[in-house]
Nanobody
Framework: QLQASGGGLVQVGGSLRLSCAAS????????MGWFRQAPGKEREFVAA????????VYGDPEKGRFTISRNDAMNTVLMLMNSLKPEDTAVYYC??????????????????????WGQGTLVTVSS
């Protein structure tokens, strides 16, 4: 089971660190991703990190502002979000991919690649 946490209310330009913890699974076996869904909008890709932790993939709006990392010893995946904007307001979800080898790790931007999703955490950025 995956559980996202760390969301909250933050002002424009502020920072938050989201955490995705797992129970019953060892996250080191999986590529991990973060997605978000704003009210009335479709779910969109935010960031992903490969099983090895060597490769990271980001959505264009998040490049340079968000940093995904993993702590396999703690069985968690983190995402540090800086310079937050009102358009970052959404429910954020973490998800696990199978950990297979991809020829193109941009495949991790596709929600359909993930087989397990956690409960979301709400991030609200106020202007």
């Amino acid at each position: 089971q995956l559980q996202a946490s760390g969301g909250g209310l933050v002002q424009v330009g502020g920072s938050l660190r989201l955490s995705c913890a797992a129970s019953g699974r060892t996250l080191s076996s999986y590529h991990m991703g973060w997605f978000r869904q704003a009210p009335g909008k479709e779910r969109e890709f935010v960031a992903a990190i490969t099983r090895s932790g060597i490769r990271t993939v980001y959505g264009d709006p998040e490049k340079g502002r968000f940093t995904i990392s993993r702590n396999d010893a703690m069985n968690t995946v983190l995402m540090l979000m800086n310079s937050l904007k009102p358009e970052d307001t959404a429910v954020y979800y973490c998800a696990a991919d199978s950990g297979r080898v991809y020829s193109d790790y941009n495949q991790l931007k596709l929600a359909g690649r993930y087989f397990h999703w956690g409960q979301g955490t709400l991030v609200t950025v106020s202007s």
